[in-house]
T-cell receptor, first 110, second 115 residues
Framework: EDKVVQSPLSLVVHEGDTVTLNCSYEVTNFRSLLWYKQEKKAPTFLFMLTSSGIEKKSGRLSSILDKKELFSILNITATQTGDSAVYLCAVERGTYKYIFGTGTRLKVLA | DGGITQSPKYLFRKEGQNVTLSCEQNLNHDAMYWYRQDPGQGLRLIYYSQIVNDFQKGDIAEGYSVSREKKESFPLTVTSAQKNPTAFYLC??????????????FGPGTRLTVL
């Protein structure tokens, strides 16, 4: 059975800390892995990863995929209170079929 | 403004009633999706449609039905056969690029409560 597991389930840090969120997967016919940020309602897209070892960066956020060990990490440096959200990992297996992890709830304290 | 709209934002329904959730996109995306989100369970795929007049069941399609008569619209009907319909419903759309990669964009969601 296909599955996506995110860890930790929740995390509380102080502003300025660096956090690493994990996403491991076991799926048939892997196509891509995506990260989303969900603050209140609609998840917003962060990164899509298809190749191992290539880091994607956007400001203080970065992500990398390891297709051999079947995991991805999302790093956030110099965290801010605005980073507080649920971070979702999703894997596209086959065509157009996505499976999501349960998410990591991040709270950044001022 | 390009985007995905869902209506209504909140919906209350009595047990035994069917209800239809609206999803419209003006992004010219071919593919559209419906997900259900419950606390602690992430998003689960209900139905998806790759193209007009075609759709496939996702992981939890029982008790739901969809139609895709127009490219812009993908309504979801929650039928009385759905045993536990209270949840947050998210619609998404996507379009494959020339590298055949696909990024989904989400609507704001509809929170359905069955009384």
């Amino acid at each position: 059975e296909d599955k996506v597991v995110q860890s930790p389930l929740s995390l509380v840090v102080h502003e300025g800390d660096t956090v690493t969120l994990n996403c491991s997967y076991e799926v048939t016919n892997f196509r891509s892995l995506l990260w989303y940020k969900q603050e209140k309602k609609a998840p917003t897209f962060l990164f899509m990863l298809t190749s191992s070892g290539i880091e994607k960066k956007s400001g203080r956020l970065s992500s990398i995929l390891d297709k051999k060990e079947l995991f991805s990490i999302l790093n956030i440096t110099a965290t801010q209170t605005g980073d507080s959200a649920v971070y979702l990992c999703a894997v596209e297996r086959g065509t157009y079929k996505y499976i999501f992890g349960t998410g990591t709830r991040l709270k950044v304290l001022a | 403004d390009g985007g995905i709209t869902q209506s209504p934002k909140y919906l209350f329904r009595k047990e035994g009633q069917n209800v239809t959730l609206s999803c419209e996109q003006n992004l010219n995306h071919d593919a559209m999706y419906w997900y259900r989100q419950d606390p602690g369970q992430g998003l689960r795929l209900i139905y998806y449609s790759q193209i007009v007049n075609d759709f496939q069941k996702g992981d939890i399609a029982e008790g739901y039905s969809v139609s895709r008569e127009k490219k812009e619209s993908f309504p979801l009907t929650v039928t009385s056969a759905q045993k536990n319909p209270t949840a947050f419903y998210l619609c998404a759309s996507s379009s494959r690029d020339r590298l055949s990669t696909d990024t989904q964009y989400f609507g704001p969601g509809t929170r359905l409560t069955v009384l």
